[in-house]
């Protein structure tokens, strides 16, 4: 099966830009997660759908951060302001429903807010 | 809340066997996960334990035991391919089960 899609894999921007990713999960998962990485950490849970509906997005900072999933199917994420901080990896990851264990990450990507 | 803490990094040579650990402090969760991450690449999924003892998957295995709040993934005959992060991970039994990854240890396999 294809694995879960990412774009673009790199994005550099200056602080205060508005900055978007793309994430098409694999084919019939109902579940999609974007985690946020910062070197040397583990990710961090950003938010979760469940279809096309948010379940968990208590770790988002909703004054800078947004992101949907129309049709239940892809989804993005945006970012405006950027700040430095959110400088990091950004990964979406897929799975079946919330109660399967392993979850299929995509390759993620790298923003730099210089 | 959920913190999980792993040492940040282990050495060791090719053909050896290595012993990642990991705590936790968890008000409850289903089960440990473990991923394996190159530099650069995805997290990958590696193992899970819902109970308590020891899980074997090639040459990976994975403990967990819920009453020390502790568990491990141990690497056996080393390859330099294994030389990347790796992530505990516990699963919430709340809500929508949220996956919460511990600190990472990179582990770096030399010949």
């Known amino acids: 099966e294809a694995g879960v899609a990412q774009s673009p894999r790199y994005k550099i921007i200056e602080k205060r830009q508005s900055v978007a990713f793309w994430c098409n999960p694999i084919?019939?998962?109902?579940?999609l997660y974007w985690y946020q990485q910062i070197l040397g950490q583990g990710p961090k849970l950003l938010i979760q759908f469940q279809n096309n509906g948010v379940v968990d997005d208590s770790q988002l900072p909703k004054d800078r951060f947004s992101a949907e999933r129309l049709k239940g199917v892809d989804s993005t994420l945006k970012i405006q302001p950027a700040k430095l901080e959110d400088s990091a990896v950004y990964l979406c990851?897929?799975?079946?429903?919330?109660?399967?264990?392993?979850?299929?990450f995509g390759s993620g990507t790298r923003l730099t807010v210089v | 809340g959920q913190s999980l803490e792993q040492p940040s990094e282990v050495t060791a040579v090719e053909g050896a066997i290595v012993q990642i650990n990991c705590t936790y402090q968890?008000?409850?969760?289903?089960?440990l996960s473990w991923y394996q991450q190159h530099d650069g690449g995805a997290p990958t999924f590696l193992s899970y334990n819902a109970l308590d003892g020891l899980e074997e998957t090639g040459r990976f295995s994975s403990f967990l035991s819920r009453s020390d709040s502790y568990g491990y993934l141990l690497l056996q005959e080393l390859q330099m391919k294994d030389s990347a992060s790796y992530f505990c991970a516990v699963k919430g039994n709340t809500g929508f089960q949220k996956l919460v990854f511990g600190t990472g240890t990179r582990l770096l396999v030399s010949p």
């Open positions: 084919s019939g998962h109902a579940t």
């Open positions: 968890t008000s409850g969760f289903y089960g």
């Open positions: 990851a897929s799975s079946l429903d919330p109660r399967q264990y392993g979850y299929t």
